[in-house]
Every structure is written in C-alpha cells, then in structure tokens.
C-alpha cells in the first residue's frame, strides 16, 4: 500500500492548506471549523449515519463486530477523494463497501495512517464515486481509552463485571471508527451484545424487545444528529426507577434506591429549562450511576446522563452536578462546540444555566454560594495558566484536547454570560438564550459564529451591553474588568467564622455550624491556611468528625488539609478515599498535594500502587502524568 499512502499524504497536504487558510480574526465570525483533533476530512467525504453491530467480550476486554457509515461526498470535492476516519489503537479487520443501501459489500483495500499518542491514525478507504456505505469489520484494543472493563469486585454488587465508555473528548475514535470531530454530526442505530444477564444501555432510544434482552441482544436508535463524543453505551447488572414522567434513574440495584432519592428533584429541573430556553428535544430524560472509578462528574450523554456515584451526598447537596448535565441538552448536545477550542461554548453557557436551575430549584442563596466557589476556584486555576490559556478561546493545536478541560471555559465562560444578562437586563439575555437555541439547534458552531449572531441580536444595540468588552473575555487573559462580583452573605459569614478560628478569637466548641450546608462547609474548609498544627486540626475534627465524613466533596477539602499537615489520623481515610473513588477531579489534587513533601510522595506512591488497577485510563493518565512530571 506504499503508493496509495503516499497519494493520500499528498491529498492531505491539499487540503490541508486550503483549509488553513480560512481562519480568520479573532472576534470575527469567521474562526475556522477546521479541527486539529480529528484526522477525518468531512468536507470530502462525510459519515452522516452509523449502524453499530458489536459484541461486548469481557473476556478479552475487547467489542468486535461492525460498523456500517453511509457516507455523502461533499460538493465540490473532487470524486477520487477517500474517506477518511479517526481511529485510536482499533484493528481493522476488513472493508467493504456498497452503492446503494442493500446487497453485498465489494472488498476494498484500506490504509491505516501511523499512530499518533493523542489523534491515533487516519483510516483512509478509497470509496468509489456513486458509494454510499462503507463496512468496517474490526475490534477494540484492551487499552482502548474510551473503555473501561471492570471486574466484578469494582462494582457494587462485586459478582458481574462492569463496562462504560466516555467518548468526550477524542475518545470515540477508540471504539468506533468514525469521523471524530464535534463539528460532525450523525445519526446512528446498534445492536450491542452482552453476556445474559447483563443489561446493555445506550444513551439512545432503546428498541430491545424484552426476548431479546433476555439472551442479551439489545438495539438502540439515535435519531437526533449528534456529534461523536455524545456516542455511549454501558453495560453491566443494572436496574432501573422511575422518577418522573420523563426521568429515571438507573444504576446497580443495591445503588438505584439511594439514586432515585438524591435525584428526585430532576423533573422539575426539565421543566424549569425549558419554560426558559425552548422544549427538551430529546425525549427521556434519565440518569445512569456508574461505579465509583467514573473519571468524571458526570457526563452529558444524550437521553441518558452518566454520573459518579460520588454525588450521592444522601441529602441533594451536590445536584448542581445533575443540573449541569441535563443544562447540556440544550448547550452542547442541541448546539454544540464545532471544535475544541470553542469547548467554552458548552461548558461556559453550560454553568450559567445550571445556576439558573439552582436558583430556580433551591433559591437565591443556594445558587450565590455556587457563583462565589465557582469564581474562587477560577481564581485559583488561572494562576497557574500561561496568559495564553486563560483564554475561552483557547489555541489547543498540538495539545491533547483535554488539556483544555479546566475551570476555565466553565467558569470564566459562565461569568461572561453572566455580565452581559446583568448588563442588558435578565428577561432579555434570557429571550437572547431562547432564540440562540432555537436558531442553532442540531448545529456545531465556533466562537465565530456565536459572536456573529450576538451582534445581530437586538440586545446588541444596548449601550451597556456596547460597554462589554468582548475581545477581553474571549482572547484575553484572566478576568477583564466590568464583571458583577457575585457575593454570598452566607459565605461571608463563614468566611469571618474561619477568620476568627484561626485568628484564634472563635474557639473551636463556638463555631456555629449546626446549620451549614455542604457549600458552607467547603468554604470554611477552603479557608483555612497552608499550615495548622496538629492539635487545632484534632480539635476540629473530635467537634465535626471531619475525618469521616462521607460526603465527597467535603471530605475532599478535609484530606487536602490534613495531606498538608501530615495528620495522621486521616491517613486511612485519605488511602480508602483514593481506591474507592476515581473521579480525576477528586483525586488529582491529593496526589499532586502529597508530592510536595517527600514522605507525602512515598505515600503517594504507595496509595496509587494499590489504586492504579482500579482508575479509568483517564485517571491513570493524569496521574501517571503527574508522578513523573513531579520527579
Ligand atoms: N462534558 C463534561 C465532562 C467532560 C468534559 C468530559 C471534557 C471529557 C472532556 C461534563 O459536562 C462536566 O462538565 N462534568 C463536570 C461536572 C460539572 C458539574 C462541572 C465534572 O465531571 O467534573
Ligand atoms: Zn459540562
């Protein structure tokens, strides 16, 4: 295949260059959709439709079947231009293709491009002039970084195994050969295969018939054009509850009681979205609890949130976290980011209405609290970030897209939003979201075209709205000025408890926290200084049982502290916490907190020995990652 090769290269570099030079200025509506994390090129050949036919083998940690892409060529493209695929560490075990939508496959060569650690390789298929479908026979790699095969003892019921797959950002590609660019969206259908007894899900509609199921064949149809890293499936010994209507939740059975319970506020928050923003589009609306080595949050995948058990407080203190996925129904998964620079679109408009839904759900204090932490932690993640990086359009070219993944886009983005409703007034910022949405729904747009349409919107013509400087907040670095610093009487009152305990005029039987809610008692513990000795950090927590708190995100803050402090007797709970939980962003900071000392890194070491096995690859990597760069 040495020659068809050096064609394609030579294809490449054409379109390569004809392409780049369409980036244009920075706060015009212009920016490019070419995306440097996908190897694809749609504006040749583009995959509208996938049918997906695989078998789940636990066994060999690996799904093996077919892919099945109806392909359209682009206008204008010349006709001997191939289809070209993402794909990361897939074998490729034979291609075919077809004119119409039925008969055989015709055997076609394939050429699969050299690997690169964070595109993969292209998957070039020279397709013939009137092709309409390609068929991809092939199978997964055990590492394959969308993946995660868990072994009966890492789920909760410990006797079946356990598999999910998180797509976002570029790791669809290592499951399903496909165009994998945010900037392309499809349609899809599958028939997934799973041991009996096991339950299969998409975050699709589910068209199983119940016979089928019983053996363990389960089919699913996507019919709202989605972009790839919206692509999910897990599979394992999960049962369902009803919440709402529309809502659900799903989870390992001795799991799903507790879920229904934390998330029974759900319906309501569908409704409080859309009386805003415009219907929820995507039918159902339900919320599937993975085992705790989740690597993240949660994750927004159509119909069907993927969410960490590590939410489940017991008392809905940490649901923020379900109302930002489902806020994504509308930003990201209706409009979605054209590529990962413009990520900020999502999670950006994401956070604003996830605070509005907070607001609207649990009041006005409630979502204050959850503006103050937000712009707490943006503060402190901007101070390590190159200028360059505290951008929401962020230049991610060379970069692994999920570098791009701090609180950044999140917060600043969110905070942007936020100035300009307080600058043109809530009722028209929220007709400008309702019209946003509805204009660009089932679309992929840059920044570009976000600014484009926000300065043809009448709210444009607002001399307040005319004193926002734009360019600031979307190129520029850090927090431009002119911004309403969100404030919380009740974290400022926490804020002087914490003062005065340290300052030592509050002893520690006063600290008035009967009332404190989980953002309170973040806060406090935020605020304690670098250093406590021993005794102060063994009174507080003989008063509030700091160590054995179960509540995640407190106990996070707590372990924080005591790492810092090398107390001891949290020591147990900080190595449980580390092997039971794998949501990178809970445990990233503790590790990257025992490096700073020797003894801390001795203890690191030995914690993520035993807890290596039982890490996504997503967590495995940022910790890998950090170890050895910490050396
Ligand atoms: N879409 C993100 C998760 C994500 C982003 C995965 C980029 C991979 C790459 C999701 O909506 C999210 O933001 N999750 C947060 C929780 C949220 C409440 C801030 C998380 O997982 O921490
Ligand atoms: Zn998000």
Do not use: C
Not at 153 to 178: C, D, M, N, Y
Not at 285 to 304: A, T
Not at 410 to 427: H, P, S
Not at 476 to 488: I, M, R, T
């Amino acid at each position: 295949m040495g020659w068809s090769t050096t064609m394609v290269l030579a294809i490449l570099a054409i379109l390569w260059i004809g392409l780049a030079s369409a980036s244009g200025a920075p706060d015009g509506e212009e920016t490019s959709r070419r995306d440097v994390h996908s190897l694809g090129h749609p504006e040749a050949v583009k995959v509208v439709h996938v049918d997906l036919d695989l078998t789940v083998h636990f066994d060999r940690k690996a799904l093996e079947g077919t892919a099945v892409l109806r392909i359209e060529r682009q206008s204008g493209a010349g006709e001997q231009l191939p289809l070209m695929l993402d794909t990361r560490g897939l074998s490729i075990v034979r291609a075919g293709m077809r004119d119409g939508n039925e008969g055989a496959f015709a055997e076609t060569p394939f050429d699969l491009g050299p690997a690169d650690p964070v595109l993969g390789s292209w998957l070039t298929i020279p397709i013939g002039p009137a092709t309409r479908e390609v068929r991809l026979e092939y199978r997964t790699s055990p590492s394959a970084g969308a993946l995660q095969w868990l072994e009966p003892s890492l789920t909760a019921g410990k006797v079946h195994p356990f598999l999910f797959t998180q797509s976002e950002a570029i790791h669809a590609r290592s499951w399903i050969p496909l165009q994998d660019s945010p900037g392309v969206r499809i349609t899809y259908s599958a028939v997934i295969r799973v041991p009996k007894g096991l339950v299969a899900l998409m975050a699709a509609d589910d068209h199983s018939s119940a016979e089928e199921a019983r053996e363990g064949i389960y089919r699913f149809r996507m019919d709202q054009p989605i972009p790839s890293y919206l692509i999910a499936m897990a599979a394992g010994d999960l049962a369902f509850r009803k919440i709402g209507p529309r809502t659900g939740v799903w989870a390992e059975p001795s799991v799903v009681e507790k879920a229904a319970y934390e998330f029974a506020d759900v319906e309501g928050m569908v409704d409080s979205i859309q009386n805003r923003y415009g219907p929820y589009r995507w039918g159902r609306y339900d919320i599937l609890v993975l085992p705790p080595s989740f690597p993240f949050g949660g994750m927004e995948n159509p119909k069907l949130t993927f969410a960490t058990p590590t939410v489940l407080a017991g008392d809905r203190s940490l649901v923020s976290l379900i109302a930002h996925e489902l806020a994504h129904s509308w930003s990201g998964n209706l409009v979605t980011n054209a590529t990962w620079r413009d990520f900020w679109l999502n999670e950006g408009f994401t956070t604003y209405l996830e605070r509005r839904v907070v607001e609207d759900l649990y009041g006005v204090e409630r979502a204050d609290m959850e503006w103050v932490l937000g712009l707490a932690d943006l503060r402190e993640e901007l101070k390590d970030k190159s200028p360059g990086d505290q951008a929401l359009h962020v230049n991610l070219d060379g970069r692994d897209p999920d570098e791009g993944m701090n609180r950044i886009p999140y917060e600043k983005g969110a905070l942007f939003l936020r100035t300009i409703e307080k600058a043109v007034g809530r009722d028209r910022f929220d007709d400008f979201l309702r019209s946003y949405f509805g204009h660009f729904s089932f679309r992929s747009i840059t920044t570009g075209e976000f600014v484009g349409y926000l300065k043809a919107h009448p709210i444009a013509h607002d001399p307040a709205f005319q004193r926002i400087d734009r360019n600031a907040w979307l190129e520029g670095p850090g927090l431009p000025s002119g911004y309403v610093e969100p404030s919380s009487k009740r974290l400022e009152a926490v804020d002087r408890t914490a003062q005065g305990w340290v300052a030592g005029t509050i002893p520690t039987d006063q600290i008035d926290a009967k009332n404190w809610t989980t953002h309170e008692w973040i806060r406090f513990l935020q605020a304690m200084p670098e250093k406590l000795e021993t005794d102060r950090l063994t009174a507080l927590d003989r008063r509030f049982d700091l160590t054995d708190r179960g509540n995640s995100e407190i106990a996070h803050q707590w372990l924080l502290i005591a790492i810092r402090n090398q107390y001891a007797p949290a020591n147990d709970r900080l190595k449980k916490y580390l092997t039971t939980i794998g949501r990178r962003k809970l445990v990233l900071p503790l590790y990257r907190a025992m490096l700073a000392t020797p003894a801390g890194r001795q203890q690191a070491e030995a914690i993520y020995a035993g807890a290596r096995p039982g890490y996504h690859p997503i967590t495995v990597d940022s910790v890998d990652r950090l170890l050895k760069s910490a050396k």
